[in-house]
């Protein structure tokens, strides 16, 4: 999904950090980033220009700290409960400010549970896309008791910015 994910951002124009403790995982995910591109420009939905230029617009980062430079977070980890609580209190502490948005790709945990212990826990947001990302149309954001609106929002703006149709 982390990838899908990725393609599709910077497929619609946006710089993308791709990032997995696994650095096989990692460039395997990029590898079929690359050959996803490549086959929808032999399909024409993307000019061979287009997915060139896409490609380019993901830079892989093998250490969790280069994350630094993002201003919105989309995990894509296991549906593993204390696996994601415990990546969210990491993530919080490597973005302390509470304007960087920390979203969850979860399908069936609760986000209200996945932002227990988050400092600044308002701009935890559930932001679920189908899969596969870069074909299916909806993207369903889900926000827990404490979600602020801003968070929200944001949330909800880059799904329309990304070509998605948001539900909530």
């Known amino acids: ?30 590898g079929k ?11 024409g939905a ?21 994350l630094k430079k993002a201003d919105f977070v989309i995990e894509a980890v296991s549906e593993e409960l204390e696996l994601k609580r415990g990546l969210f209190k990491d993530l ?9 948005i920390l979203a969850t790709n979860t399908s069936s945990l609760s986000v209200g549970a996945i932002a227990e212990g988050v400092v600044h826990a308002g701009r935890v947001v559930g932001m679920h896309f189908f899969n596969p990302p870069v074909a299916m149309r909806l993207v369903e954001l889900v926000r827990h008791g404490r979600t602020s609106e801003s968070s929200f929002d944001a949330a909800q703006a880059l799904a329309r910015r990304l070509g998605r149709e948001p539900v909530t």
Do not use: H, W
Request: overall charge negative; hydrophobic content about 45%; glycine content about 8%.
């Open 92 to 100: 919080a502490c490597l973005f302390p400010s509470p304007e960087t």
């Open 33 to 43: 980033v690359e050959e996803s591109l490549r086959q929808a420009s032999r399909k």
């Open 46 to 66: 993307l000019t061979e220009a287009q997915a060139e230029r896409a490609l380019a617009r993901i830079a892989r980062v093998n250490g969790f700290e280069e």
């Open 1 to 30: 999904m982390g990838r899908g994910i990725a393609q599709l951002a910077a497929q619609r124009g946006l710089s993308v950090i791709l990032y997995d403790a696994l650095e096989e995982a990692l460039a395997g995910a990029l």
